[in-house]
Nanobody, 125 residues
């Protein structure tokens, strides 16, 4: 049973920072590429960032490039999304996702078979 548990969300002022973590109950975490997606109220879930199973390759949506950094620690079965210079438009529930036996990151929601419950990020202006 694959479990993904997100943490680190909260309320922050515009310009502030948060670091989201996603801990995975996976014995073979190094064979999973990981992604972060977000969903704002009344909007569809959208891609934020993704990382290859080795951690050596990343993808970001244009709106977060230069502000967010995704990293993967295979020894700790955890991925981290460092979010800096947060903007009110970043307010959403953030979801961690995993895709197995695919080395490359993906921006496509159906490519991910496993999902966490989400963590709320609220950025006040």
């Amino acid at each position: 049973q694959v479990q993904l548990v997100e943490s680190g969300g909260g309320l922050v002022q515009a310009g502030g920072s948060l670091r989201l973590s996603c801990a995975a109950s996976l014995r073979t975490f190094s064979t999973f590429a990981m992604g972060w997606f977000r969903q704002a109220p009344g909007k569809e879930r959208e891609f934020v960032a993704a990382i290859s199973w080795s951690g050596g390759s990343t993808l970001y949506t244009d709106s977060v490039k230069g502000r967010f950094t995704l990293s993967k620690d295979n020894a700790k079965n955890t991925v981290y999304l460092q979010m800096n210079s947060l903007e009110p438009q970043d307010t959403a529930v953030y979801y961690c996702a995993a895709r197995h036996w695919r080395p490359s990151p993906s921006i496509v929601i159906p490519d991910y078979a496993y999902w966490g419950q989400g963590t709320q990020v609220t950025v006040s202006s």
